[in-house]
């Protein structure tokens, strides 16, 4: 029983990472069209610009927060309007390839600036373990789960009321006729590139502090593919979702089945949503902008 | 107050779908474009409202006034603030959204209050719209889907209001709730309206002037009721000879044809 819990416990709290790092993807997949390849990389590079702030500027959790956020949210502009905008107009494919062109562009910049030794990071947390029902957390952990509760929150009544939010959705479902109610179509893909690189900083940042920051952070982006493709590459709240359910099926499966399943459970679980129901469990059926 | 002076439209830099079309629609007026399926009638409004380039179209020559002032070449948004809105073709809901969601999109450009204030000029307008406000777009039927569109392009606060094929696919009786919406808004607000259709008929009763469009270029103009009374329209586009549909080209070639002979 306690065996189970802790599996449970644990996969739910790699399971928010995955679901942050999820959202980041869909967000920019629904608005744009694009599946951004180098998610992952902005994760790490602002995984890093937190752990520079911090040291800098010794911020406790919540104002380094505060601080990151915006920041990272500059830098997806900046990388938009670099990297992307001027693809406008090019098949997607050719845009995808510029996104895996950026990845590789992040990752080397980030080792050429931090190096390639990893660090301790507690993003100003404390490291006293608190027991909640009889189970051990970090602080950590704890702050990964809340905060992807709060990003779903956040991100929910952005889309749903919000004035932009729901131009976001109206250029994912017919773009010209946004254009025809007086939508820039350009700023929305640049606010969706905005808001997933400041979901991505709360990924990084969180998921450095409950691991270590090192330059192969990147490689969560791949690792959340499966609960992308989960939720339904077009649904941002199902993109978290998505994310809780890999992370316990990662966990169950290496606690009960054995060693070396955490690696490859979630790839069985794309190949199986691939097969079984393609536009994922929340996503919208017609998904024909790959 | 709209002028269009010899326009020219390529797509892909080399299919002209529009060549050197010129056409006016006065203040206060409904003028009819009408022609048969490809004639280059929604590239034309595509053109006006300057969303051509979705599609790799451009306007490669001619120019569009608005009230003097050239808009050629301005943003879409751009040309909603002048008040030249369009109902497009086949309705281009976004189907995901609610039906309140998708007017006050329309709205997008419009202050908080304004918006508040169109909505409710528009579910007064179409109270079943108002019934179905909390629902989906996409699942509405054709007619519902057609006046959520209309409201949609009113909540922008046009001075013109260009529809394209409002009619297409839709029962009679929807079609004359549509054309009634359309005619009080003239009549009342002195809305003036670009109508779109092949449905020649019905277009030619509420229209005071017409176009008639054909593989890209204007084939005939005049007032309304001349063209309902031009034997060629008649016979071609309202049907009543009922042979087989040749096209005013045709038409003119027979006839000079004829003078020729004769
Ligand atoms: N995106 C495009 N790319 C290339 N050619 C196009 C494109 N859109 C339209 N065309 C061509 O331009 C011409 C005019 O098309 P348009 O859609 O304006 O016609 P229409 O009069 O609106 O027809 P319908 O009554 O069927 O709606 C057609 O020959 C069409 O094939
Ligand atoms: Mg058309």
Redesign the interface.
């Given at each position: 029983m306690d065996f189970l819990m802790l599996l449970i416990s644990t996969g739910l709290v790699s399971g928010a990472a995955y679901g942050l790092i999820a959202m980041g993807f869909a967000l920019v997949y629904k608005s744009t069209g694009v599946v951004n390849f180098a998610q992952g990389e902005i994760v790490m590079l602002t995984a890093y610009i937190a752990f520079s702030i911090a040291n800098g500027l010794h911020l406790s959790f919540v104002p380094l927060v505060l601080v990151t956020i915006p920041i990272s949210m500059l830098i997806g502009l900046v990388l938009e309007r670099i990297f992307i905008r001027p693809m406008l107009?090019e098949p997607v494919f050719a845009i995808v390839m510029a996104t895996v062109g950026l990845a590789v562009i992040l990752r080397s910049a980030t080792i050429m600036i931090w190096g390639s030794e990893p660090f301790n990071f507690t993003a100003g947390m404390s490291t006293a373990v608190i027991k909640l029902g009889g189970i051990p957390f970090y602080p950590a952990q704890l702050y990964l789960m809340a905060a992807l509760g709060m990003v779903v929150l956040a991100i929910w009544l952005f889309l749903r009321f919000s004035?932009y939010g729901?131009?976001m959705?109206?250029v994912?479902?017919?773009?010209?006729?946004?254009?025809?109610?007086?939508?820039?179509v350009n700023q929305v893909h640049a606010l969706a590139w905005m808001l997933s690189s400041g979901i991505a900083a709360v990924a990084g940042l969180l998921f450095a502090a409950n691991f270590k920051l090192a330059p192969d952070i990147w490689f969560q982006g791949l690792k959340s593919f499966p609960a992308v493709i989960l939720g339904g590459m077009d649904s941002v709240t199902g993109a978290a979702l998505g994310g809780l359910i890999i992370g316990l099926i990662e966990n169950l499966s290496q606690g009960y089945i054995g060693e070396g399943m955490r690696e490859i459970a979630g790839f069985i679980v794309i190949i199986l949503v691939l097969m079984i129901r393609p536009y994922g469990l929340f996503g919208?059926r017609d998904i024909e902008r790959v | 107050m709209l002028a269009l002076n010899n326009i020219q439209v390529l797509y892909d830099k080399s299919i002209e779908a529009v060549r050197d079309v010129s056409l006016e629609v006065p203040a206060g007026a409904i003028v009819a474009l009408l022609g048969s399926n490809g004639a280059g009638k929604s590239t034309i409004l595509k053109a006006i409202?300057g969303?051509l380039?979705?599609e790799?179209g451009e306007i490669t020559s001619g120019v569009i006034h608005l009230e003097g002032n050239a808009i050629s070449g301005e943003?879409?948004?751009a040309i909603?603030?002048h008040g030249l809105?369009?109902v497009?073709e086949g309705r281009?809901?976004?189907?995901?959204?609610t039906v309140e969601?998708?007017l006050?999109?329309?709205g997008?450009?419009r202050t908080r209050a304004e918006t508040a204030e169109e909505l409710e000029r528009v579910y007064t307008l179409f109270p079943r719209v108002h019934e179905r406000r909390t629902q989906t777009a996409g699942y509405l039927s054709g007619g519902e889907q057609q006046m959520v569109a209309i409201g949609?392009?009113l909540m922008?606060r046009p001075r013109l209001l260009m529809l394209d094929e409002p009619s297409l696919g839709l029962a009679p009786q929807i079609v004359d709730v549509i054309f009634e919406a359309i005619l009080g808004l003239n009549h009342n607000t002195g809305l003036t309206v670009l109508l779109v259709e092949q449905n020649a008929q019905l277009a030619l009763q509420v229209s005071s002037y017409g176009y008639i469009i054909e593989n890209g270029r204007i084939v005939l103009d005049g007032k309304a009721e001349k063209l309902r009374a031009n034997d060629d329209v008649q016979e071609f586009y309202l049907g009543f000879a009922g042979g087989a549909r040749k096209s005013m080209r045709d038409v003119k070639h027979y006839k000079r044809r004829k003078r020729w002979l004769s």
């Open positions: 107009g004035r729901i131009a959705r109206a994912a479902a017919n773009e010209t006729a946004a254009l025809l109610t007086g939508v820039s919208s | 409202s969303v380039g979705q790799d943003t879409p948004r909603i603030q809105l369009q497009p281009a809901l976004f189907a995901t959204l969601e998708n006050l999109m329309g997008f450009t949609r392009a922008g």
